[in-house]
């Protein structure tokens, strides 16, 4: 038999093939096990909803690929349905590999068929070859342009979804910041977050470039931070390229300066802590306490600040004048930037914290305790007067001078 003769044979053959599995009645068996083997194979396919989009995407997919094994060219369309179930995947918060298994399961299942027709004598021995390799050869392509094609629709509506979630916990969290009167418990749900809870604010951000890009960079640093502090749940948003709000949800606060004194991060990023808050109060004020630790921060370079260790700070550097005016007034004769004016301060600020306690100054230190004893002294000198008539008002001094520098 000549080449054209196999060639016409093979058409024939085929068209009379196609012409039966077309058939509504063969179609749908032919579909079935298919689908059969897919979510045997992926289980994750495997409820009402995402069979129905399966079985439309199968059918779809065999009415395309049979009508062309006729033909000695190749000319594939996908289908709608067959982007429709990749839009689904990605919908269910399923990984794209889902998605090939499930192709390279259909194929497998697909070449099994054509093996059975050929081994059921179905096919002429003349031609058994030449059906198997274009199956084989039509399957591959095909598989291959749906891969292709469908990965890029996947990854459009994982991001579509995605950005949707996150403009809609974007959008909750700005709506309880500003007392917006919200459903809690809708908003928790919005927000996959509980608000009922206590929560533990920190802001994140980036004191320079970094060489990762910003965004990853703080999310996994909050999710360290999260740990270290025990949380049961963290929520984050957004706030800017280089700054990231969180919320981290604890089941108490219990020793929580001590945890927050665990927490560490790497440059460039820093973060700054508010207080523990219970509820939907407690989430804002806890937050607007960390945004303003935050500001404290920027004028020094910790990477780690919290709003309990700058709150005094915080607040009298409300009024910059008049803090100034402060620090100078009561520390005149310690404003200096020289090493012995930096040590008496730190030896004040350290003696004022511990109750006055050269014992517990010397322990905070590291130094002896006749070492603090003779600091107080010459402080006291300098100053004029006992440490002890105007206590308050150094220690706030103090903490201003911590926070934002001597000048």
Not at 19 to 41: H, K, N, P, S
Not at 287 to 316: D, F, K, M, N, P
Not at 341 to 359: D, F, G, N, V
Request: proline residues 3%; contains cysteine; glycine residues 8%.
């Amino acid at each position: 038999m000549s080449g054209e003769q196999n060639r016409e044979q093979l058409r024939d053959w085929f068209a009379d093939f196609v012409f039966d599995l077309l058939r509504a009645q063969t179609m749908e068996g032919i579909v079935a096990r298919l689908d059969a083997a897919v979510l045997a194979g992926v289980p994750e396919l495997d409820d009402p909803d995402m069979r129905r989009d399966l079985a439309a995407s199968t059918r779809a997919h065999a009415r395309v690929v049979l009508s062309g094994l006729a033909s000695d060219t190749v000319d594939l369309a996908l289908p709608e349905e067959a982007h429709a179930l990749a839009r689904t995947i990605a919908r269910r918060g399923l990984d794209v590999r889902v998605l090939l298994r499930a192709y390279r399961t259909g194929m497998a299942e697909v070449l099994a068929v054509m093996t059975e027709t050929v081994a059921q004598g179905q096919v002429p021995p003349e031609i058994e070859r030449a059906v198997l390799l274009r199956v084989f050869e039509r399957s591959t392509t095909w598989i291959g342009l749906s891969v292709e094609a469908l990965t890029g629709t996947f990854m459009a509506e994982r991001e579509r979804v995605l950005r949707d979630a996150i403009n809609t916990r974007t959008e909750l969290v700005h709506a309880l910041l500003t007392g917006t009167e919200v459903d809690v418990d809708q908003a928790s749900i919005g927000l996959g977050y509980r608000l009922s809870r206590r929560h533990l604010a920190f802001v994140l951000w980036t004191g320079e470039a970094g060489g990762d890009e910003p965004g990853g960079l703080l999310d996994r640093a909050a999710a360290r931070i999260a740990t270290v502090l025990g949380a049961t749940g963290l929520l984050t948003v957004a706030a800017s390229a280089s700054g990231l709000w969180a919320w981290a949800a604890l089941d108490d606060d219990a020793e929580i300066a001590e945890r927050i004194a665990r927490c560490e991060v790497a440059a460039p990023v820093r973060v700054a802590f508010g207080m523990p808050g219970a509820h939907v109060d407690g989430f804002v004020a806890s937050h607007r306490e960390a945004v303003a630790a935050r500001r404290v921060a920027e004028q020094g370079s910790r990477a780690v600040t919290s709003y309990r260790e700058v709150e005094i700070a915080y607040l009298a550097g409300v009024d910059t004048a008049a803090m100034r005016g402060l620090i100078a007034r009561e520390l005149h004769g310690l404003t200096g930037i020289d090493p012995v004016s930096t040590r008496l301060r730190a030896t004040l600020h350290a003696y004022l914290r511990a109750q006055r306690s050269p014992e517990e100054a010397a322990r905070l230190l590291g130094v002896h305790k006749n070492t603090v004893r003779y600091r107080i002294h010459r402080v006291e000198e300098i100053l004029g007067h006992p440490v002890s008539e105007r206590a308050l008002a150094l220690e706030i001094a103090l903490d201003c001078v911590a926070a934002y520098g001597v000048s």
